[in-house]
């Protein structure tokens, strides 16, 4: 028997092994629960200038393509914006020259499910999301409008506001390449985007002297990664 004939029927008789051993790496039904950690790019650039965070997910597949998962996470969205522009003094009829600021931050967190879908090729596998999260926000971020004093124009007037964000709908959509890395534990890796179900409106309480409120938004395209455990 020649080497070359050795060979193949060693290969042969190692493929009944290498299938045993590739058993425990196929997609299948379970419970999984992972975590990712996740950077946006917010859509409305004022006064969003990035966000970042975190998600939990608890995960049921029914079997080795459909499955659907609980989720809760937490997002620092940071506020930074500083503009100029007149309104015209309804006294007067001169145009008055105003300043405005946003600082601060809001830490929101997402409480939600999803549906999912997977697509296997040996180890690896496209996994899709579709899900919807109610957001409950904690604002620090602050407003304030710098104007010329009426009483003595030489001088300036500043009225600092607190902005409050009520708890909006967001919905997402995304795709993750996932590598099983051993048979409990899996990598994940991708992005996608979340969008606005129920736009989001923020509050600003001008310090006793009324509130008023502005459309916000929560849209913005975002990358992940992270790992699942499968129990």
């Given at each position: 028997m020649t080497t070359t004939a050795r060979f193949f029927c060693a290969l042969l008789l190692m493929i009944p092994l290498l299938a045993r051993g590739n058993e425990d790496?196929?997609?299948t039904q379970g419970t999984e629960v992972g975590a990712y950690a996740i950077y946006l790019w917010p859509q409305l650039k004022q006064p969003w200038t990035y966000a970042e965070g975190g998600?939990?997910?608890?995960?049921?597949?029914?079997?080795?393509h459909v499955g659907a998962c609980l989720a809760l996470g937490a997002q620092y969205?940071?506020?930074?914006y500083e503009g100029d522009d007149t309104y015209v003094d309804p006294l007067s009829g001169f145009p008055v020259p105003m300043h405005h600021k946003v600082s601060g931050y809001c830490v929101g967190f997402p409480l939600g499910g999803s549906l999912l879908g997977r697509l296997p090729v040996g180890r690896l596998a496209l996994r899709g999301e579709l899900g919807a999260r109610f957001v409950p926000i904690v604002s620090q971020a602050k407003y304030a409008v710098t104007s010329?004093?009426?009483?003595n124009?030489?001088?300036s007037v500043t009225l600092e506001q607190e902005i409050t964000i009520r708890p909006p709908i967001i919905g997402l959509v995304s795709a993750d390449l996932e590598y099983k890395l051993t048979p409990k534990v899996s990598l994940h890796a991708g992005g996608g985007y979340q969008f606005?179900?129920?736009?989001?409106?923020?509050?600003?309480?001008?310090m006793g002297n009324g509130k008023r409120t502005e459309a916000n938004q929560m849209k913005a395209w975002f990358v992940r990664a992270g790992g699942m455990c499968r129990f």
């Amino acid at each position: 028997m020649t080497t070359t004939a050795r060979f193949f029927c060693a290969l042969l008789l190692m493929i009944p092994l290498l299938a045993r051993g590739n058993e425990d790496l196929v997609y299948t039904q379970g419970t999984e629960v992972g975590a990712y950690a996740i950077y946006l790019w917010p859509q409305l650039k004022q006064p969003w200038t990035y966000a970042e965070g975190g998600e939990v997910q608890w995960a049921r597949w029914w079997n080795a393509h459909v499955g659907a998962c609980l989720a809760l996470g937490a997002q620092y969205w940071d506020a930074s914006y500083e503009g100029d522009d007149t309104y015209v003094d309804p006294l007067s009829g001169f145009p008055v020259p105003m300043h405005h600021k946003v600082s601060g931050y809001c830490v929101g967190f997402p409480l939600g499910g999803s549906l999912l879908g997977r697509l296997p090729v040996g180890r690896l596998a496209l996994r899709g999301e579709l899900g919807a999260r109610f957001v409950p926000i904690v604002s620090q971020a602050k407003y304030a409008v710098t104007s010329p004093n009426p009483l003595n124009p030489m001088e300036s007037v500043t009225l600092e506001q607190e902005i409050t964000i009520r708890p909006p709908i967001i919905g997402l959509v995304s795709a993750d390449l996932e590598y099983k890395l051993t048979p409990k534990v899996s990598l994940h890796a991708g992005g996608g985007y979340q969008f606005d179900l129920m736009q989001p409106e923020i509050e600003i309480d001008a310090m006793g002297n009324g509130k008023r409120t502005e459309a916000n938004q929560m849209k913005a395209w975002f990358v992940r990664a992270g790992g699942m455990c499968r129990f």
